[in-house]
């Protein structure tokens, strides 16, 4: 499943029939995170639940951006099943203010730059304009936007 999420709790899970072993792996890193009761990954965020030995939960508390990627779990028939899911963890987006312009007082005749950066996932996109509504020659003579890559 695919879950669209930021700082909370989250979860994925599958369904399978009694009396399976179920591991969860993170395919990413290709690291083990659970195998039947036992959480293997040292990663306190991460715990497990289960109802009858059907259902088994992967719970992720407070999911961090680190968390995004593909999950799977594995069930132990021979051949052994899988499946997979990935886990989007989106970010709101938020202005740096320690890396970004505010008052500014120049001379004519000199060049300026104001700087906007912000923070986010899926990447904000930035857009500059004047308060008052005035033309902003962008791209033009008298002003050019630089789009700088973090
Ligand atoms: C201002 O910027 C322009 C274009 O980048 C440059 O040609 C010019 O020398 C700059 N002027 C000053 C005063 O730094």
Not at 28 to 54: E, M
Not at 79 to 105: C, F
Not at 134 to 139: N, Y
């Amino acid at each position: 499943p695919t879950v669209f999420t930021h700082r909370v709790f989250s979860f994925l899970f599958a369904f399978v029939p009694v009396l399976l072993q179920v591991a969860w792996v993170r395919v990413d890193t290709q690291t083990i995170l659970s195998i039947h009761h036992n959480v293997i990954t040292q990663n306190p965020r991460i715990s497990l639940t289960y109802n009858d030995h059907r259902s088994w939960y992967l719970h992720i508390r407070e999911v961090e951006e680190s968390d995004r990627g593909w999950y799977m779990c594995q069930v132990n028939t021979d051949p052994m099943r899988s499946r997979k899911g990935y886990l989007q963890v989106v970010v709101p987006p938020a202005i740096i203010e320690a890396m970004t312009s505010n008052d500014m007082v120049v001379r004519e005749g000199t060049n300026v730059t104001l700087n906007c950066k912000a923070k986010g996932f899926p990447e904000p996109y930035v857009m500059w304009r004047r308060e008052d509504g005035d033309e902003m020659a962008i791209g033009g003579e008298n002003a050019k936007k630089t789009k700088i890559k973090t």
